[in-house]
DNA sequence: AGACTAACTTGCATTTTGCAAGTCACTAAC
DNA sequence: GTTAGTGACTTGCAAAATGCAAGTTAGTCT
């Protein structure tokens, strides 16, 4: 499944996907190794959770995370990058070095993510 | 003037200025080599007037682009990228290069925004 | 039985977006 | 010298997205 595209600018097309408040941050939020619902949710920013739940649905629709049952008795989930979620890095990367180059007082970036590599945010297929 | 940040997150706050469906087309327009208003709106991605002329309103106050009269009786502007929108460039080319990747049928990006750097895209200061 | 937790869903008000049309200041054509 | 056109917007209104609070379901813990 895909998002309807407004043109087949690559540009474009890329915001047809992350294009909005909450993606993106989700997909921060995962590959710094949050993977269940309630630890999404308590990100600083504060996300309300029918858009938590829609953003997750979306993303693992578009092939971007993948959902896989940790227990049953109740079923819950754990939430991970796919390849094309973990080569979201380099966007989430300078994204980060525009904010620190332009932003006063941001938390610094650490190592991990600042020269982390997509491969590096995904279990081995 | 800077919009209100959900945290000192960098990539989140760098979603605070971009993180909508059209503040990076727009971006990537004037990029491009669009500088009239009347150019901007003529995109193939359809941008209705009232949320281009918001955009470039929000963007001239947040510092990324500035404005200025080409013409008198009637005055008329052209927009052109500041350093700090300049600095944009990276993100654009990593949203394109993630598309490239993960979605088919794109166009493919011209040499010149490929291998450009930002300081191709200002007029010096 | 009663309280708690994870993972959501529902309802409703506010905000943002999309679409069509209108405005204002000129310029060029008939 | 009315009529048509262009550039840069603004206005009005419907539709969609977001924010906030509360509710639900299926369990576990005491």
Redesign the interface.
């Known amino acids: 499944m895909?998002p309807e595209f407004?043109?087949?600018?690559?540009?474009?097309?890329?915001?047809?996907f992350?294009?909005?408040?909450?993606t993106?941050?989700v997909l921060?939020t995962i590959l710094a190794g949050r993977r269940r619902y309630s630890e999404i949710a308590a990100?600083?920013?504060?996300i309300a959770t029918n858009v938590l739940a829609d953003r997750l649905e979306r993303l693992e629709a578009y092939g971007l995370i993948s959902k896989a049952p940790y227990q049953t008795n109740p079923r819950r989930y754990r939430y991970s990058l796919t390849a094309?979620g973990a080569?979201?890095l380099?966007?989430?990367?300078?994204?980060?070095?525009?904010?620190?180059?332009?932003?006063p007082?941001?938390?610094t970036?650490p190592a991990w993510f600042v020269d982390g590599r997509p491969r590096d945010f995904y279990p081995a297929a």
Chains 1, 2 share one sequence.
């Open positions: 895909l407004r043109s087949q600018c690559p540009v474009a097309s890329a915001l047809d992350f294009g909005d408040r909450w993106l941050v921060r990100i600083p920013e504060k094309k080569d979201v380099p966007v989430l990367q300078a994204l980060a070095a525009w904010s620190a180059a332009h932003v007082d941001r938390w970036s």
